[in-house]
């Protein structure tokens, strides 16, 4: 069982906007500001889409953005895209004797 | 242009040993963090260890302490991953990442990957 936990799937048309959300506890999430979301399309390796909760890395586009409420952490896509159907993983800094942990995963089907 | 190339992997028997490395070209590589993350197949993302660009402060998850050694040769801008007493449980595809910084010697974010390599440990 991962450490973070997400929804499994989320869906949305194209140009609308989705949320995924990450759930940790005070010791992840809550506790530290070093939350990092990926996408992965299949057979490719992941790409970093956010990281410090809500920074985007050059070259991501300004259409996903990153928050954290307590001990949950969300990633929005606006106006989706088909190319942004992918798999979403996020990943936090975390005080247990693993520091690093992701989260299951959550597919995303651009409808 | 950032690049890493991960090679090494191949098929093991239960017990075995095998040594990954990922060559890093295109940036100053003692001057960063490193990690390796792996993926079994069909399954998601699982952080495997990190170092710092020295190599001096490296950190494990549970599940390899004590079999698994990450290391780096600044000298030829390689990292590596020893792996010993390997299990079936250790069957996935494994990636090296880099990071921007380190946080408790920690490093984090990872970006970018390489292309990963594929380990099967099975008799």
């Known amino acids: 069982q991962s450490a973070l936990t997400q929804p499994a799937s989320v869906s949305g048309s194209p140009g609308q906007s989705i949320t995924i959300s990450c759930t940790g506890t005070s010791g992840d999430i809550g506790g530290y500001n070093y939350v990092s979301w990926y996408h992965q399309h299949p057979g490719k390796a992941p790409k970093l889409m956010i990281y410090d909760v809500s920074n985007r890395p050059s070259g991501v586009s300004n259409r996903f953005s990153g928050s954290k409420s307590g001990n949950t952490a969300s990633l929005t896509i606006s106006g989706l895209q088909a190319e942004d159907e992918a798999d979403y993983y996020c990943?936090?800094?975390?005080?247990?004797?693993?520091?690093?942990?992701f989260g299951g995963g959550t597919k995303l089907t651009v409808l | 242009e950032v690049q890493l190339l991960e090679s090494g992997g191949g098929l093991v028997q239960p017990g075995g040993s095998l040594r990954l490395s990922c060559a890093a070209s295109?940036?100053?590589?003692?001057?960063?963090?490193m990690s390796w993350v792996r993926q079994a197949p069909g399954k998601g993302l699982e952080w495997v260890s990190g170092l710092s660009g020295s190599g001096g402060n490296t950190h494990y998850a549970d599940s390899v302490k004590g079999r698994f050694t990450i290391s780096r040769d600044n000298s030829k801008n390689t990292l590596f991953l020893q792996m010993n007493s390997l299990r079936a449980e250790d069957t996935a595809v494994y990636y090296c990442?880099?990071?921007?910084?380190?946080?408790?010697?920690?490093?984090?974010?990872?970006?970018?990957w390489g292309q990963g390599t594929l380990v099967s440990v099975s008799s």
């Open positions: 990943s936090s800094y975390t005080s247990s004797s693993t520091p690093v942990v």
């Open positions: 990442a880099r990071s921007y910084y380190a946080i408790f010697g920690v490093p984090i974010p990872f970006d970018p």
């Open positions: 295109g940036f100053t590589f003692s001057s960063y963090a």
